[in-house]
């Protein structure tokens, strides 16, 4: 099992703030997935990355994979309500059986 | 397109039933993985289906089974139910392993809403 340790596993913020979430692992993955999930429903993705030191801009999020693929991050500028949600990041070697981590609770009050 | 599609959305069961739960993935897909979501254990792989095949199991114990059906929807099964097994049970289909794919194919999951089981 390759294990993903997300960080921090909460976070509360205000609308307006930025923030980073951290994914590590000590396994080299092909490809790694964000994932947005709100209550009630299933996990969305919002971007998947596989080159090492790639950088993918979402509006107003922004994902890195790092040099070693073995970790990566999600920033979001000027957070808004809506960006309410757990954060899941997800590795995959060869496309198989993805492995998910705890992921992040982000709140963010008006 | 119509997304995947679980199968009740909230059931409750008492220890020792069983309890079955159905997937109907998106038009295309035949691969379809189910997950376990708890709060302390996040998402838990439990295994993968392709063509009527398991391609890929996760570590659960043979109580957890599942089969797929040659239109490829998914049925997961758990026996002898516990207390523990109290989760959101998420199904996701994706275009892996199918030749519309591509080389390209990262393996995108698109998750359905999620069965939500309570073993009391």
């Known amino acids: 099992t390759q294990l993903l340790e997300q960080s921090p596993q909460f976070l509360s913020i205000q609308e307006g703030e930025n923030l980073t979430v951290y994914c590590n692992s000590s396994?080299?993955?092909?490809?790694l997935q964000w994932y947005r999930q709100e209550p009630g429903e299933g996990p969305v993705l919002l971007v998947t990355?596989?080159?090492?030191?790639e950088v993918k801009k979402l509006k107003r999020l922004t994902f890195q994979f790092g040099d070693a693929r073995k970790d990566s991050s999600l920033h979001i500028t000027a957070a808004q309500p809506g960006d309410t949600g757990l954060y899941l990041c997800?590795?995959?070697?060869?496309?198989?059986?993805?492995?998910f981590g705890k992921g992040t609770s982000l709140l963010v009050t008006p | 397109k119509a997304g995947v599609t679980q199968t009740p959305r909230y059931l409750i069961k008492t220890r020792g039933q069983q309890v079955t739960l159905s997937c109907s993935p998106i038009?295309?897909?035949?691969?379809v993985s189910w997950y376990q979501q708890t709060p302390g254990q996040g998402l838990q792989f439990l295994f993968e289906?392709?063509?009527?095949?398991?391609?890929n199991k996760g570590n659960f114990p043979g109580r957890f089974s599942g089969r797929q059906f040659s239109n490829s929807r998914s049925e997961m099964n758990v026996s002898t139910l516990e207390l523990g097994d109290s989760a959101l049970y998420l199904c996701?289909?994706?275009?892996?392993?199918?030749?519309?794919?591509?080389?390209?194919?990262?393996?995108?999951?698109?998750f359905g809403e999620g069965s939500r089981l309570t073993v009391l």
């Open positions: 289906y392709f063509s009527e095949t398991q391609r």
């Open positions: 038009s295309g897909h035949r691969s």
């Open positions: 996701a289909s994706s275009l892996l392993g199918s030749r519309l794919a591509g080389l390209a194919n990262t393996g995108e999951l698109f």
């Open positions: 997800a590795g995959s070697n060869s496309g198989y059986a993805l492995n």
């Open positions: 990355v596989v080159t090492g030191g």
């Open positions: 396994s080299v993955f092909s490809s």
